[in-house]
């Protein structure tokens, strides 16, 4: 089992910054990739940015220049740097886990963080 604590989340002016993190514990052995998702009210959950285990990232195209994934491995923990925020990136954002092992692949998720931008 993965567990996923998320925190970072907040209410914020258009054009400001947050930073969100994602901790993770547990089976973190067999993570080979860790994404953000998020989700407003009536939309379906998206992907907003991932990284592999090499480093390798990739955005949703709606973040892309104003967003960076990053992860520190010796922290388990992958952070979500949001900058230039909009009032269209209002959404409860899940952190995600992807786990491989013998027996098949995982998904983990965290519990969410709510993130709200406006003025």
């Known amino acids: 089992q993965v567990q996923l604590v998320e925190s970072g989340g907040g209410l914020v002016q258009p054009g400001g910054s947050l930073r969100l993190s994602c901790a993770a514990s547990?089976?973190?052995?067999?993570?080979?990739?860790m994404g953000w998702y998020r989700q407003a009210p009536g939309k379906e959950r998206e992907l907003v940015a991932a990284?592999?285990?090499?480093?390798?990232?990739a955005y949703a195209d709606s973040v892309k220049g104003r967003f960076t994934i990053s992860r520190d491995n010796d922290k388990n923990t992958v952070y979500l740097q949001m900058n230039s925020l909009k009032p269209e990136d209002t959404a409860v954002y899940y952190c995600?886990?992807?786990?491989?092992?013998?027996?098949?692949?995982?998904?983990?998720w965290g519990q969410g963080t709510q993130v709200t931008v406006s003025s």
């Open positions: 990284i592999t285990n090499g480093g390798s990232t």
């Open positions: 547990g089976s973190i052995f067999s993570i080979n990739a």
């Open positions: 995600n886990a992807r786990a491989i092992r013998n027996s098949g692949i995982y998904f983990y």
